[in-house]
């Protein structure tokens, strides 16, 4: 089976930047779109940016002009370059990506964490 590898987290200052990755290993796989989720604590996961196989990118809102994805399709990996950071965007980051198993079913593989914490 497939797993993803994330790198990247850190502690930065407000104002501050840090460049995630992640990386699919293990089987090959057919990967449409890959993409970010953060989790905060006592709050529900929300989705971040997306960006599918040919390059197409979706944000959320609070992260628009900030943060920006990108991917390697040869590697399988996704990056997620977060600048100008805020104490709101401290959480736990989850990369995904949406493949399909050998019988054309669809399946998304998670990432294990990685953690993002900015100061003031």
């Known amino acids: 089976q497939a797993h993803l590898v994330e790198s990247g987290g850190g502690s930065v200052q407000s104002g501050g930047s840090l460049r995630l990755s992640c990386t699919a290993s293990?089987?090959?796989?057919?990967?449409?779109?890959m993409g970010w989720y953060r989790q905060a604590l006592g709050k529900q996961r929300e989705m971040v940016a997306t960006?599918?196989?040919?390059?197409?990118?979706n944000y959320t809102d609070s992260v628009k002009g900030r943060f920006t994805i990108s991917r390697d399709n040869a590697k399988d990996t996704v990056y997620l370059q977060l600048d100008r950071l805020e104490s709101e965007d401290t959480a736990a980051y989850y990369c995904?990506?949406?493949?399909?198993?050998?019988?054309?079913?669809?399946?998304?593989?998670w990432g294990q964490g990685t953690q993002v914490t900015v100061s003031s």
């Open positions: 960006i599918t196989s040919a390059g197409t990118t």
């Open positions: 293990g089987m090959v796989l057919s990967i449409d779109t």
């Open positions: 995904h990506a949406d493949a399909k198993v050998a019988d054309g079913r669809p399946v998304r593989y």
